[in-house]
């Protein structure tokens, strides 16, 4: 930990010390903009807008999680919010169109959320297509997809019991919010204590000695682009259910949300480093800013344009202190 | 030996001259088009009328403007996903400071100028603050985007004064889009391939190492290929904000997208190193006549994204196939 810059004064390298770990930065920076905006108007710190705010946050997050690991390994899924978009439609035809039952309808519709992410996860490992190309070309693909299917037309009528899920409650919190956090604690448990989550890591450092090191690495990247289709189709889901409708252009933009998520939450885009609670920390801070950011008056379209700073923010501090650490 | 076979740079003897030109993605795409237009023609005459094909080109020579500048950053081995966004911004601009009543030349060169300032930004962020480009462009998608709309809620720009339309003249005829496309392309083909500069930017993609021991400066070819590429969108914007006679002040839905799908699939490889601008404005003109193709067969124009997908993926794996072969004949 010591660092080699003797000239530098202690405090001041001390100080990078500390915020050299990514997530005691974005904690400073999450609590300081809890407090902020606290301070700013008394809507912002109580327990149901909280509440309310991680219903919203719950897509995001679980998409968020598979992204994370396919970070990790130095690859890229742009394809998330088209998934999400094809999953919804896909629900809504095959109940109002195809005459499903809706409990199938949403099994499909899940399916199909794999399927989608599993010709990701073929085409990059078996075929060799960059995933930044890859699923550049099936965000296209599977958009179209979703609109050629949809023809323009919105799926509406539901039963009652599908919007328990995006709308009910278990236990006073958002249904929803339960999945996300199952989905964190086995998520995190993957990455952080399992020989699946070192070989996550082992890929994004140094993918062919992982392979002499007899890590199945198609296997896993296989794997993780699936995880990462089915979730995107289960936010789909559960998107469908809060807003209960069904649309073509659902989920339109979530891959920028979810990956300045990702990348807000220190996961290096080069592969190699990230934690899920970093993640966790990225998805809940770009939320509470949204929120804070618009209950304080600011329109929401400003409010993207703090997202941003604060994503090339954070890293610069990260690098900064960093990069002093290793020379 | 190994670098012989790159496209871009050149193999001597005829034979392989002639196989060069036509194993070349910008043959293939020449074809592609080709294709198109014969197959599409015979289905239904109007597709090849000029009417049709003028619309083609029109509407679409600002995403080739804009894909000249994209391929640049792409071959140095960075990408830029704010693209769409700036596009947005700077067309506003334009078309405020023509309504402001600015002389008509400020309000096309302004654009730029403010281009090339924020692209030279995200270039320094990038060489100099070594923050990836896909985060430092998508920190700029957000903060452009959202600047603009909270700015202007989207709102029409229109009584743009006379004079102000530049893609609507037509100098010798041909409409000046076109002629701004086909100029650009080859300048920028040159440039890249015959001057130190351009050739930097190969070299910096290609081989970030061998570039350095060959005494070229990363960071500092990287901040000129993000500063072109700016003066690039600029003029992309100002095509772009002209082709109407009103302007509105929003982010076109998915521009970045298509510009960067022109110039992948014009064969500049998403890993950096290789690729022709000439490439990437067939391709932005390939797609274009794809999009016009889709009502003049009969089919629904909710299936183009479909389509292009598809084409996407198509295009790529057959570059990677020839590139196996390239790679296995050696």
Redesign the interface.
């Known amino acids: 930990m010591a660092t080699r810059t003797a000239a530098a004064p202690r405090v001041l390298s001390r100080a990078r010390a500390l915020v050299s770990s990514h997530e005691v930065v974005l904690l400073v920076i999450l609590v300081a903009a809890l407090i902020v905006l606290a301070h700013q108007t008394d809507r912002f710190l109580t327990a149901d807008n909280l509440l309310n705010q991680g219903r919203l946050m719950a897509e995001v997050g679980l998409v968020a999680l598979p992204m994370t690991f396919i970070i990790i390994t130095g690859g890229i899924d742009l394809s998330v919010g088209s998934i999400m978009g094809l999953c919804a439609i896909v629900l809504g035809v095959s109940w109002q169109n195809v005459g499903l039952p809706l409990e199938a309808a949403i099994a499909v519709a899940l399916l199909t959320g794999a399927l989608a992410g599993a010709m990701n996860g073929w085409f990059i490992t078996r075929v060799g297509v960059p995933p930044l190309i890859m699923t550049l070309a099936t965000l296209a693909l599977y958009r179209g997809l979703a609109e050629g299917i949809s023809q323009a037309r919105s799926v509406r009528g539901y039963p009652e019991w599908f919007f328990r899920l995006g709308q009910g409650e278990v236990l006073g919190v958002p249904t929803q919010l339960w999945i996300l956090l199952v989905a964190i604690v086995v998520c995190a448990v993957a990455l952080g204590y399992t020989a699946f989550g070192r070989s996550l890591y082992a890929i994004g450092h140094n993918q062919l000695a992982a392979r002499f090191s007899g890590i199945p690495v198609d296997r896993y990247k296989l794997a993780i682009y699936t995880l990462s289709g089915l979730m995107a189709g289960l936010a789909g889901y559960i998107f469908v259910s809060r807003v209960s409708t069904t649309r073509s252009d659902m989920g339109t933009g979530l891959e920028l949300d979810v990956i300045a998520a990702v990348v807000l939450g220190g996961t290096s885009i080069f592969g190699g480093t990230g934690t899920i609670m970093g993640t966790v920390l990225g998805v809940i801070l770009i939320q509470l800013l949204k929120n804070g950011l618009a209950l304080t008056g600011v329109k929401g379209d400003a409010t993207i344009v703090v997202i941003g700073a604060v994503l090339i923010l954070s890293i610069l501090i990260t690098n900064w202190a960093r990069g002093r650490q290793e020379h | 030996m190994a670098l012989s076979a790159t496209r871009g740079v050149p193999r001597h003897g005829l034979a392989s001259a002639l196989a060069r030109i036509f194993g070349s993605q910008e043959m293939v795409l020449f074809l592609a088009i080709l294709t198109l237009l014969v197959v599409v023609g015979t289905i239904n005459p109007r597709y090849v009328a000029e009417r049709n094909l003028q619309s083609i080109f029109l509407g679409n020579a600002y995403i080739a403007v804009a894909a000249i500048g994209m391929s640049m950053v792409i071959i140095s081995g960075n ?1 830029d ?1 704010s693209v769409g966004s700036l596009i947005g911004v700077l067309a506003t601009l334009s078309g405020t400071l023509a309504v402001s009543g600015y002389p008509v030349l400020v309000s096309w060169l302004v654009p730029l100028v403010v281009g090339a300032l924020v692209t030279t930004l995200m270039g320094v ?1 990038v060489a100099y ?4 480009a ?3 462009t ?6 452009l ?3 603009l ?2 700015l202007t809620s989207g709102a029409w720009i229109s009584d743009l004064p006379d004079g102000y339309a530049l893609a609507q003249m037509r100098p010798l005829g041909v409409p000046m889009p076109v002629w701004f496309m086909v100029v650009l392309t080859a300048g920028a083909a040159l440039w890249m391939r015959y001057t130190a500069t351009g050739r930097a930017i190969y070299a910096v993609g290609g081989n970030a190492e061998a570039a350095r021991l060959s005494g070229i400066s990363r960071r500092r070819t990287i901040m000129i290929v993000f500063a072109i590429h700016g003066v690039f969108v600029g003029i992309a914007s100002v095509l772009f904000a002209t082709q109407l006679s009103v302007i509105q002040s929003t982010v076109p ?1 998915n521009l970045e ?1 298509t510009i ?2 022109a110039s ?1 699939v014009g064969g500049v490889s ?2 950096g190193g290789t690729g022709t601008v000439i490439g990437s404005t067939l391709a932005a003109v390939l797609l274009a006549a794809i999009g016009s193709s889709l009502i003049f067969v009969d089919i ?1 124009p ?9 084409l ?2 198509i295009t ?2 057959a570059d ?1 196939m020839r590139r196996r072969r390239q790679m296995r004949a050696r």
């Open positions: 990408i996903i962020l603050l070594r923050i990836p896909i985060v430092v998508l920190g700029m998608l957000s903060i985007k959202g600047g709309i909270s839905p997208l960067i799908t992948v998403i890993l629904s909710y299936w183009l994204r479909a389509v292009q997908g598809g996407i993926l790529v794996l990677l």
